[in-house]
């Protein structure tokens, strides 16, 4: 059983089970960087399409297409993608008409050399912190790309990630894969799992005989979970006690004119039964609504949705469209790497679709199995420990921010948001991290890990965003520290000015970006 491990069996395919394998055979394959030979197989249905709900990534998805191999115009052209600075929340305090408040990409300026907070109170209390000591919530405002023409794939004036089509990027990664890495893909319903006497996997078996032998194998079939949950029944861990949705309404609709400006950010919106998403691509807008079946039926919110969408399009167009409904129990595994068996994606966990942390955490456990890849079984049974300690902590700490956003709501008038303000609903870490920051704003003593998944700076914008009260020690007028927050905030307005003259709108530079690709590469738009 001390064998290297040189095969392994990647089950599912998808945005999770596609950028595993790339990453894998990227770093490990035959063709990697390392050259460790490792052999690649992935099995999926050929009748599961992708769910491909949310959409949206964070700014390390840039790094993950990057290191398989992949151009980034490449990228934006075929998965109709655009650019993600962050998310915009719209009446998530209290619904009033100026409820509105933004989770940018780019941490304040000065955030490492000063007290953001403190200082934004001394000299800009009279401003959203959001744009206290940060561009990037008014460039987004005025549609503005990331980046210009000139600079280089994944290379950013200000941060960003993407939203794209899921379906389509699986595609994409699945041809490099095959085509560039040397993974075997195969397109088969698994019949049976073979095990060896000590409960670790030993082959798949499909249903037209073939047999797949590894000696690692991982989990990337969604909420099937066929390994992890089927085969080694693996409890799952519910947050719906914290978390309190558990469906999803999402429909596709076009744009009303094909020249609409496409959105810097995510846009969240909260109703009083849910909340709803909006992600501008290049050819469409995927939105849907999130809710409790506690206090919604489908009915309800489908009826919610369309009153949305026709803010913006034609009647006849909302009526037109189809919607799908989805249903997922929020929580994730209690043990995520089982024997040889590593569980990503859905399979592993999944809390609900704000601020993209499905892709974040798919991500972050190929990261660190491509760094961390075992030498042999023994060898894998110690890295597992750790994989399972560390993924434990950092679900929880995703469950800590996406509650966040809704534990200090105001909505009074809503029974959906006065059970998320229950504090019987919020887990005790939040507790303690609330009760300390009336007195500290959040700082990276409060998120010790490295690659924690959400920075102190990501708390910071949504508690204040929401009307969060922090005491302020008292500065000096002449203090060092005012001094510097003073030449930061000059500086930012000569960088506002300038970014806004010199960065191109989203479909301006998405479009240039196509068509330059077109004309190298000779591929049809």
């Given at each position: 059983m001390n064998a290297p491990i040189q095969q392994v069996v990647i089950v599912g395919g998808g945005t999770a089970g596609w950028l595993c394998a790339g990453m894998l055979a990227a770093k490990l394959g035959k063709q990697g960087e390392r050259q460790r030979g490792i052999e690649i197989t992935l099995i999926e249905s050929p009748d599961v399409s992708t769910i491909g709900v949310g959409e949206g990534s964070w700014p390390s998805l840039r790094d993950t297409l990057r290191e398989i191999g992949l151009s980034e115009s490449a990228f934006i052209?075929?998965?109709?993608?655009?650019?993600?600075?962050?998310?915009?929340?719209?009446?998530?305090?209290?619904?009033?008409?100026?409820?509105?408040?933004?989770?940018?990409?780019?941490?304040?300026?000065?955030?490492?050399?000063?007290d953001v907070h403190a200082c934004w109170q001394a000299l800009h209390s009279n401003k959203p912190y959001d744009r206290a000591f940060s561009v990037q919530p008014e460039l987004c405002e005025q549609h503005k790309a990331p980046k210009q023409l000139a600079t280089p794939d994944y290379a950013y004036v200000l941060n960003y990630g993407y939203h794209f089509d899921a379906t389509r990027l699986a595609e994409m990664v699945s041809d490099h894969c095959v085509n560039q890495l040397g993974v075997r893909h195969?397109?088969?319903?698994?019949?049976?799992v073979v095990s060896h006497q000590n409960g670790d996997i030993k082959a798949v078996t499909t249903q037209c005989g073939q047999t797949l032998e590894g000696e690692l194998f991982i989990d990337c079939s969604g909420q099937s979970a066929l390994l992890a949950g089927k085969h080694y029944n693996v409890?799952?861990?519910?947050?719906?006690?914290?978390?309190?949705?558990?469906?999803?309404?999402?429909?596709?609709?076009?744009?009303?004119?094909?020249?609409?400006t496409i959105a810097s950010t995510t846009l969240a919106t909260a109703h009083p039964q849910g909340w709803s998403w909006d992600i501008g691509l290049q050819h469409r807008r995927g939105v849907g609504m999130v809710y409790s079946s506690d206090f919604a039926s489908a009915d309800d919110i489908e009826q919610s949705l369309k009153r949305y969408l026709t803010k913006r399009l034609p009647h006849d167009v909302v009526e037109q469209a189809t919607c799908r409904q989805l249903h997922f129990s929020p929580g994730y595994r209690t043990e995520f790497w089982t024997h040889n068996c590593?569980?990503?994606?859905?399979?592993?966990?999944?809390?609900?679709?704000?601020?993209?942390?499905?892709?974040?955490?798919?991500?972050?456990?190929?990261?660190?199995?491509?760094?961390?890849?075992?030498?042999?079984?023994?060898?894998?049974?110690?890295?597992?420990?750790?994989?399972?300690?560390?993924?434990?902590?950092?679900?929880?700490?995703?469950?800590?921010?996406?509650?966040?956003?809704?534990?200090?709501?105001?909505?009074?008038?809503?029974?959906?948001?006065?059970?998320?303000?229950?504090?019987?609903?919020?887990p005790d870490s939040l507790k303690t991290l609330l009760s300390l920051w009336q007195y500290q704003p959040p700082s990276r003593y409060d998120v010790v890990q490295n690659e924690e998944i959400f920075p102190s700076a990501s708390y910071q914008f949504v508690l204040y965003g929401m009307g969060f009260k922090t005491q302020s020690p008292t500065l000096a007028d002449a203090s060092?520290?005012?001094?510097?927050?003073?030449?930061?905030?000059?500086?930012?307005?000569?960088?506002?000015?300038?970014?806004?003259?010199?960065?191109?709108?989203?479909?301006?530079?998405?479009?240039?970006?196509?068509?330059r690709y077109q004309h190298l590469s000779g591929a049809p738009l």
């Open positions: 052209t075929h998965c109709q993608a655009s650019f993600k600075q962050g998310s915009t929340f719209v009446g998530w305090r209290d619904g009033s008409e100026h409820d509105r408040y933004h989770h940018p990409f780019t941490n304040p300026a000065g955030y490492t050399e000063i195969v397109k088969a319903h698994i019949e049976q409890p799952w861990h519910s947050v719906k006690d914290i978390l309190l949705n558990d469906s999803a309404m999402a429909v596709q609709v076009p744009y009303h004119e094909q020249d609409n590593l569980s990503l994606g859905m399979a592993s966990g999944f809390i609900e679709p704000l601020e993209a942390s499905a892709v974040a955490m798919v991500e972050l456990g190929v990261r660190m199995l491509c760094e961390q890849f075992p030498q042999n079984r023994d060898h894998m049974r110690i890295l597992a420990a750790r994989y399972n300690e560390r993924f434990a902590y950092r679900w929880a700490r995703v469950i800590d921010f996406v509650k966040l956003h809704y534990a200090i709501n105001q909505r009074i008038n809503d029974a959906y948001w006065n059970a998320h303000r229950d504090p019987a609903t919020w060092d520290m005012l001094k510097r927050a003073d030449a930061i905030s000059q500086k930012l307005q000569a960088t506002l000015l300038q970014f806004s003259q010199g960065l191109p709108d989203n479909r301006a530079l998405l479009n240039a970006i196509r068509e």
